[in-house]
Structures are given as C-alpha cells and as structure tokens.
C-alpha cells in the first residue's frame, strides 16, 4: 500500500504539471494554474515527509498538511 500511494501521489503531480502546462497564457489562468501547481505537486512531497516521520504525532501532521494541500488543489481546480 505505501508503494501504491507513493506512485499515486507522482502520477497526480505529473498529471498537474500537464494541466498547467496546458492552460491558456491568460492571466487569471495563469495565477490560478500556478497556485494549482504548487499545491498539487506539494502532496506528494509531504506523503513522502511522513513516511520518514519519527513519531506517530509527526505522521500524522505530515499527512494532515498533505490533506489540506489535496483540499486546496481540489477547491482551485473546482468549476462550480
């Protein structure tokens, strides 16, 4: 399982560097595509932050923050 989420968390940071490289030069695209980039690529890192964690507390604050970053990439990304 940690594999399969190590290589999910990659796939979904590639797939965002496609996305913005796909967006439109506009402005506004560009100022929401970059912060979609930075928050979707950041998930994986911090995934990563707490596969290394030395304690239990530090896991599970590594793993919250990656939420929160997932959270925002989903809440920019949304079209409603």
């Known amino acids: 399982?940690?594999?399969?989420?190590?290589?999910?968390?990659?796939n979904f940071a590639l797939r965002i560097i496609?996305?913005?490289?796909s967006l439109p030069t506009s402005t506004v695209?560009?100022?929401i595509g970059?912060?979609?980039?930075?928050s979707g690529t950041?998930?994986?890192?911090?995934?990563?932050?707490?596969?290394?964690s030395r304690s239990n507390r530090e896991l599970i604050s590594k793993l919250e923050v990656g939420l929160q970053e997932l959270e925002e990439t989903?809440?920019?990304?949304?079209r409603k």
């Open 42 to 52: 950041s998930i994986g890192a911090h995934y990563r932050e707490a596969y290394r």
């Open 1 to 10: 399982m940690k594999e399969d989420l190590r290589k999910r968390t990659k």
């Open 74 to 78: 989903i809440y920019t990304n949304s």
């Open 29 to 31: 695209a560009q100022v």
């Open 18 to 21: 496609r996305l913005y490289s």
């Open 34 to 38: 970059k912060q979609v980039l930075r």
